[in-house]
């Protein structure tokens, strides 16, 4: 049995319906909802989760996404997007049944990257971002009713971006000077939330982190079912974390494969850094392939058109080499 492969999030270019053709081509039974940041603010993830929220609005600002009182163009713009994209996926998903990937980020990045009306970030006030939390809750709710709704054969998979979680933790966010950094949030808050926002989906929930150092032992406590991750970045520090995670039914979306132009090894090779871990970690081969879903190691926004789609079909590939050949 294979878990297949999939893709993170965002692709280059600006046009939904030739994104949704690439994503449910590449990813026949695993295809996600495309994300494309190159149409400007709105379509970048802070903007198109903000447009999620329920009663908490933003626009931006030469800084960056900021707090309105009411909504403005800048909302009304990243809705819009999103319902193009939906548009687009549930054209080329009509019929289907299986697995469905969409995507927004985390409470904790975005409490990081929207601010207060003076400019700081939401991260340095404990009210505001538990308000925060309960908003992108009941948002991501209404969202995913929505595409349940239109592709009613999916099995919704929920994705939550969280590359600043690490720095959340350890302290390491600066704040709007630059010349210091936000408070560590404790680690309960933290795992607190995240597992009430996680409840709002009876199906599969991920994170995604591109980051070093990914909280894997956190993140399964949380209840998270699988952790999406930048391979080249795991260390062997974090064997044991990723044994135990693995051993409890986590499952891991390697991104094995980079996510910027250059020369792609052959589908094999690719995977050989997880048949490595398997064995570091006196794993079972046979658990291979339906632990592990081969990913790009992050999003596809920076690539070129072309290298976006090749890197998609890459993943497929290493992922039938990783289910025919796990030793």
Same mark, same amino acid.
């Given at each position: ?31 996600? &909802?495309?994300?494309?940041? +190159?149409?400007?603010?709105? =379509? ?17 600002? /030469?800084?960056?996404?900021?707090? %309105?009182? #009411? /909504?403005?163009?800048?909302? !009304? ?6 319902? @193009?994209?939906?548009?687009? &996926? ?7 049944? $299986? ?11 975005? *409490? %990081? ?12 006030? *404990? ?5 925060? +939390? ?14 349940? !709704?239109?592709?009613? $054969? =999916? ?6 971006? @969280? ?7 350890? $302290? #390491?966010? #600066? ?15 933290? @795992?607190?939330?995240? !597992? ?6 009876? $199906? ?8 070093? @150092? ?18 080249? &970045? ?6 044991? =974390?990723?044994?135990? +995670? ?32 398997? !064995? ?20 596809? +926004? ?5 290298? *976006? ?6 993943? =497929? ?11």
């Amino acid at each position: 049995m294979s878990a297949g492969a999939t893709g993170v999030g965002s692709l280059p270019g600006g046009d939904a319906r030739e994104a949704a053709r690439t994503a449910t081509g590449s990813f026949e039974d695993f295809p996600y &909802l495309p994300e494309l940041p +190159a149409r400007g603010p709105g =379509a970048d993830m802070i903007g198109r989760s903000a447009g999620l929220l329920v009663d908490i609005y933003a626009h931006v600002e /030469p800084s960056g996404w900021r707090i %309105s009182d #009411r /909504p403005g163009r800048d909302t !009304r713009r990243a809705r819009s997007w999103l319902g @193009e994209d939906l548009d687009a &996926l549930e054209e080329f998903t009509q019929g289907y049944t $299986g697995r469905l990937k969409v995507q927004a980020v985390g409470p904790w990045t975005l *409490a %990081s990257a929207l601010e207060l009306h003076g400019g700081e970030a939401m991260l340095q006030d *404990a009210g505001a971002c538990r308000d925060l +939390a309960g908003s992108l809750a009941e948002g991501l709710r209404e969202h995913l009713a929505d595409v349940r !709704r239109r592709i009613p $054969g =999916a099995d919704i998979v929920l994705q939550l971006d @969280e590359p600043s979680l690490t720095a959340v933790l350890l $302290g #390491r966010v #600066r704040s709007a000077s630059g010349y210091r950094t936000y408070r560590a949030v404790d680690r309960q808050v933290v @795992e607190g939330t995240l !597992r009430d926002l996680f409840a709002v989906h009876d $199906g599969e929930v991920i994170v995604h982190s591109c980051a070093p @150092e990914v909280p894997f032992g956190l993140l399964r406590r949380a209840g998270a079912t699988g952790v999406s991750f930048d391979f080249s &970045l795991l260390t062997e520090r974090e064997d044991d =974390a990723v044994g135990e +995670a693995v051993e409890g039914g986590t499952k891991l979306f390697a991104g094995v494969v980079p996510g910027t132009d250059g020369p792609l090894s052959d589908p094999g090779g690719s995977v050989m850094g997880v048949r490595k871990l398997w !064995r570091r970690l006196g794993l079972a081969p046979g658990t291979l392939a339906e632990s592990v879903v081969v990913t790009p190691s992050c999003g596809l +926004a920076g690539a070129s058109p072309a290298y *976006a789609r090749a890197v998609q079909a890459h993943c =497929a590939r290493a992922a039938r080499s990783l289910a025919d050949n796990p030793e």
